[in-house]
T-cell receptor
Framework: GENVEQHPSTLSVQEGDSAVIKCTYS??????FPWYKQELGKRPQLIID?????GEKKDQRIAVTLNKTAKHFSLHITETQPEDSAVYFC????????????FGAGTRLAVHP | DVKVTQSSRYLVKRTGEKVFLECVQD?????MFWYRQDPGLGLRLIYF???????EKGDIPEGYSVSREKKERFSLILESASTNQTSMYLC???????????FGPGTRLLVL
């Protein structure tokens, strides 16, 4: 079955720096790749997603890139702020009616003022 | 706004007890999911349901069962709770296809 690996497990940056989180997936049929942010004590929430027919997607300070050949995708956060501190999860799905997601283990991002 | 609610935020149970965790969504979503979240392991899928009375095993179904008698409600049942089921349990819902999953606030379960 699908397996998603996520690196690094922890990431510490200074405010204003960029942060990059990388994920690899195993199932070449995967076609949907969301990223979720989970702040301390809160529920995971979708921050950005990308589908397999697109190579890159941006939304203000966050962007996601997808390399289907290498089966990896990355989250890029520019000009980090303390409120970006959270756990980030990548996921992959083959789509279909069930919308079953396989999640990575998560990356704990700390942004220091 | 989509609203997914879970019956309890915190729960303490004894080994061997039968435990019910309930999830309700108000967006008429077809799909509902139960995950458990453990440090360093991410979110692991226990069971999901794509329609009333329909269910499919996820990646870690052992020791759990589910029930979906109404479209808006999805219950997770621990038939005989064990200490290794101490975890955070998250419910989610979504429409069909590759769409956003909306999560509930989670239930932190402690089994003594």
């Amino acid at each position: 079955g699908e397996n998603v690996e996520q690196h690094p497990s922890t990431l510490s940056v200074q405010e204003g720096d960029s942060a990059v989180i990388k994920c690899t997936y195993s199932d070449s049929a995967s076609n949907y790749f969301p990223w979720y942010k989970q702040e301390l004590g809160k529920r995971p929430q979708l921050i950005i997603d990308i589908r397999s027919n697109v190579g890159e997607k941006k939304d203000q300070r966050i962007a996601v890139t997808l390399n289907k050949t290498a089966k990896h995708f990355s989250l890029h956060i520019t000009e980090t702020q303390p409120e970006d501190s959270a756990v980030y999860f990548c996921a992959a799905s083959t789509g279909g009616g069930y919308n079953k997601l396989i999640f990575g283990a998560g990356t704990r991002l700390a942004v220091h003022p | 706004d989509v609203k997914v609610t879970q019956s309890s935020r915190y729960l303490v149970k004894r080994t061997g007890e039968k435990v019910f965790l309930e999830c309700v969504q108000d967006m008429d979503h077809e799909n509902m999911f139960w995950y458990r979240q453990d440090p360093g392991l991410g979110l692991r899928l226990i069971y999901f349901s794509y329609d009333v009375k329909m269910k499919e095993k996820g990646d870690i179904p052992e020791g759990y069962s589910v029930s979906r008698e109404k479209k808006e409600r999805f219950s997770l049942i621990l038939e005989s709770a064990s200490t290794n089921q101490t975890s955070m349990y998250l419910c989610a819902s979504s429409t069909g296809g590759a769409k956003t999953q909306y999560f509930g606030p989670g239930t932190r379960l402690l089994v003594l």
